[in-house]
């Protein structure tokens, strides 16, 4: 395509003098396989007719290259049909490494310690993955961080609830919880669910979590390691990265480096100090805050409360700088739910102010909201905001009704759940049908699992050995024509950060994968040898797409 795009432009700056940046599109198969508007762009400037141009420039095109036919339509559109060997070439070449050399943090997940992962988490948990996987395609040295708090009224929530729980403090008394880091998770969650009710019901508990909230910070900055409290925090905190980490490994995502809340506060404020004396934070009630900007719908955000606290402002641009000093970022992918958009472009903004050309290499992706079709039969175990455990438990549940062998159970399961979030655009809400993400039928993970395992058999039937032409029929150039679009369907993805066009385009190769099966037959067929090769493309161009959406390719079903 970059090859078609070049001799094109290079032809118009021979004939016109004129330099362009030629795009081309992929129009309808029976119009070619490439085409260009560029004579129609250059008919004005030129004075010219653009039927003319385009006569030209295809006159010229023709002569050029390895091309099938070149031709004119309409009021001046080139189509073009490359030649079979340029397809072939094509298929067989690999994404071009347009970050090589870059260094890309991409922070995502970001769960709380002291909370379960819900739903939401595990969207941004598997996007956040697949990203990574994609820039990895790319060339980018990529970096996987997560954020999220170890301090703050949410943990002093939880504390709180459990020395309700167990009627004072006793640390001795976690051993009676189960050892299991879920079921551990689970008991911590459900001591925060206390405390947070407390909190909202009992002006005497309110006080108390708020002193407690003071003394938690207290534990990083003394080192209080052995006071019975202090035991209850850090050994709760432990089991929440042990909970995170066995999550990770369950769904099969490459683990991130977390960074706490603590460890980003001190650096957090140091900034903030440094930029009150430069004038780029204002004292405002005893409180530390970023002035908004009106004239950019930015309004005005604390950065230290009037107690001296750090706010969730602070915290996060203490994790920027320890991202900037860790990996030396060139790019930041930062994944939130939507619901954090406008708090982020305030702290993008003020990221700007203290250190200019900071938010042009930071670009801040959201998501939306996991809607299940069938709520009743979900909410039944999992509540109103459903945990991320539970929704893998569910679909593996409904996996088994589907896949017999117990071996492909797990990744059936992960194939469904990351293809579903994977297959809507980045920022959308995601319509989560349990029927239809666990399906053999339709766009779904367990369909290009099966489409995958289907072309394995078709391989091992074959007695041929693979072969490749210079020729080919037009139900095998159709099919190879697919082909040539995985490479541009991926590079487009990574510069979008947008990996759903990756499974459009796995579903549109396996449908056309079976009208070429239906029209040709393979195994025994005098040209065997040239169609395996083709159905050997297939499978690992599917391999190839599974393996960025982090999905397995089993080789049968």
């Known amino acids: 395509m970059e090859r078609l795009a070049s001799q094109i ?26 085409a260009t508007n560029i004579a129609l762009q250059l008919a004005k400037p030129l004075g010219r007719s653009p039927r003319d141009v385009a006569e030209e420039l295809a006159s010229k095109l023709r002569n050029t290259g390895d091309y099938r036919d070149v031709t004119v339509a309409g009021p001046g559109f080139i189509n073009v049909f490359m030649g079979d060997v340029s397809l072939l070439e094509q298929a067989q070449s690999a994404v071009a ?13 970001c ?82 669910v206390r405390g947070a009710g407390a909190y909202e019901e009992n002006d005497e508990a309110k006080q108390e979590i708020d002193e407690l909230n003071k ?55 140091e900034v903030v100090r440094e930029q009150l004396a430069r004038g780029n934070l204002k004292e405002s009630e005893g409180a530390v805050v970023f002035e908004g900007d009106e004239s950019q719908h930015l309004h005005t955000r604390v950065f230290v409360t009037s107690k001296g606290l750090p706010t969730y402002e602070t915290k996060d641009i203490g994790v920027i700088w320890l991202e900037q000093q860790d990996y030396s970022f060139t790019r930041r992918v930062l994944i939130t739910g939507n619901d954090q958009k406008e708090y982020m472009r305030v702290v993008f903004a003020a990221a700007e102010t203290f250190q200019p050309g900071l938010a042009a290499r930071m670009t801040h992706i959201t998501n ?44 059936v399961t992960l194939g469904a ?3 579903v979030f994977a297959k809507y ?9 349990i029927d239809e993400t666990v399906s053999l039928a339709g766009n779904s993970g367990p369909y290009i699992q099966y489409a995958h395992a289907r072309a394995c058999s078709i391989i091992a039937k074959a007695t041929a050995t693979p072969e490749y032409s210079d020729e080919y029929d037009a139900s095998e150039r159709s099919l190879l024509v697919k082909l040539t679009g995985y490479n541009e369907v991926v590079e487009k993805a990574a510069a979008e950060y947008m990996p759903h066009g990756i499974c459009t385009y796995l579903y549109e190769l396996a449908q056309e994968f079976n009208r070429f099966y239906e029209s040709s037959h393979i195994v025994g067929h005098e040209r065997e040898a040239i169609r395996l090769g083709l159905v050997t493309l297939y499978r690992d161009t599917l391999a190839k797409g599974l393996g960025i959406l982090g999905i397995t390719a ?3 079903m």
């Open 111 to 192: 769960p709380n310690a002291f909370k379960e992962l819900h739903t939401g988490h595990l969207y941004q948990t598997i996007l956040g993955d697949i990203l990574a996987r994609l820039l990895e395609q790319t060339g980018a040295s990529v970096h996987r961080t997560s954020f999220g708090g170890d301090v703050g009224l949410h943990v002093a929530k939880c504390l709180w609830g459990m020395v309700a729980t167990f009627e004072g403090i006793y640390p001795e008394k976690l051993a009676d919880v189960p050892a299991d880091a879920f079921a551990r998770a689970n008991w911590v969650s459900s001591c925060y």
């Open 554 to 556: 089993p080789e049968r």
């Open 425 to 433: 655009r980045a920022g959308g809400d995601i319509a989560f049908d």
């Open 97 to 109: 490494r347009t970050a090589d050399g870059e260094q890309v943090v991409v922070e995502y997940s």
């Open 417 to 419: 759940i990351k293809y």
């Open 9 to 34: 432009a290079t032809i118009v700056h021979e004939l016109y003098g004129q330099d362009v940046d030629v795009r081309l599109d992929r129009p309808e198969a029976r119009f070619g396989d490439y």
């Open 368 to 411: 939306g909201t996991v809607r299940f079709a069938d709520g009743k039969k979900m909410s039944s175990r999992l509540g109103n905001v459903s945990r991320a455990i539970d929704v893998v438990n569910v679909v593996r549940e409904k996996v088994r009704e589907l896949v017999q062998d117990e071996s492909l159970v797990e990744g």
């Open 215 to 269: 003394t938690i910070y207290g534990f990083h900055e003394t080192g209080d390691h052995e006071s019975p409290l202090a035991q209850i925090y850090w050994t709760t905190r432990q089991w929440s990265y042990d909970y995170f980490d066995a999550f990770y490994a369950l769904i099969q995502v490459d683990k991130m480096r977390y960074y706490p809340e603590s460890a980003t506060a001190p650096v957090g404020m």
